[in-house]
């Protein structure tokens, strides 16, 4: 198991972390399995998207804002974070991947993404290659 932490600057955003964990999916020298990308957050999450057009980035986090309004819910009483919460319920807090000769198997279009739902935090990633 590796980990590696990522310092986020913002309240919500994405930041690409695939490089790291390619790097990790090498130095595990797995070549055919699976990769498992973990964070242990209740206000982060880990997706997979495109990233070439940052607009993208920008898209989903409007949307999930969107659809999870801030300032109405119970758990807001106790420390003013459920819309977090909720979004990061949504989008999960891992995603797999396979792994074909050494490499991620991503699609061209693909990244990997720990989303940031309640920062700026420091945020730890988690990577399982078998
Ligand atoms: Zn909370």
């Given at each position: 198991?590796?980990?590696?932490?990522?310092?986020?600057?913002?309240?919500?955003?994405?930041?690409?972390?695939?490089?790291?964990?390619?790097?990790?999916?090498?130095?595990?020298?797995v070549?055919?399995?699976?990769?498992?990308?973990?964070?242990?957050?209740?206000?982060?999450?880990?997706?997979?998207?495109?990233?070439?057009?940052?607009?993208?980035?920008?898209?989903?986090?409007?949307?999930?804002?969107?659809?999870?309004?801030?300032?109405?819910?119970?758990?807001?009483r106790?420390?003013?974070?459920?819309?977090?919460?909720?979004?990061?319920?949504?989008?999960?807090?891992?995603?797999?991947?396979?792994?074909?000769g050494?490499?991620l198997?991503?699609?061209?279009?693909?990244?990997?993404?720990?989303v940031?739902?309640?920062?700026?935090?420091?945020?730890?990633?988690?990577?399982?290659?078998?």
């Open positions: 198991m590796a980990e590696f932490i990522v310092r986020t600057n913002k309240k919500q955003e994405m930041v690409d972390i695939t490089q790291r964990v390619a790097d990790l999916v090498k130095q595990s020298r070549s055919d399995g699976i990769c498992l990308v973990y964070v242990p957050h209740a206000t982060a999450a880990v997706a997979i998207n495109e990233n070439a057009d940052p607009n993208v980035c920008e898209d989903i986090l409007e949307a999930l804002g969107n659809l999870v309004p801030e300032g109405r819910w119970r758990h807001d106790i420390d003013n974070n459920a819309a977090a919460h909720i979004k990061a319920t949504i989008l999960g807090p891992s995603q797999a991947v396979p792994v074909r050494g490499r198997r991503l699609g061209t279009w693909q990244s990997v993404m720990l940031e739902l309640d920062g700026p935090r420091e945020r730890s990633v988690i990577v399982e290659v078998r």
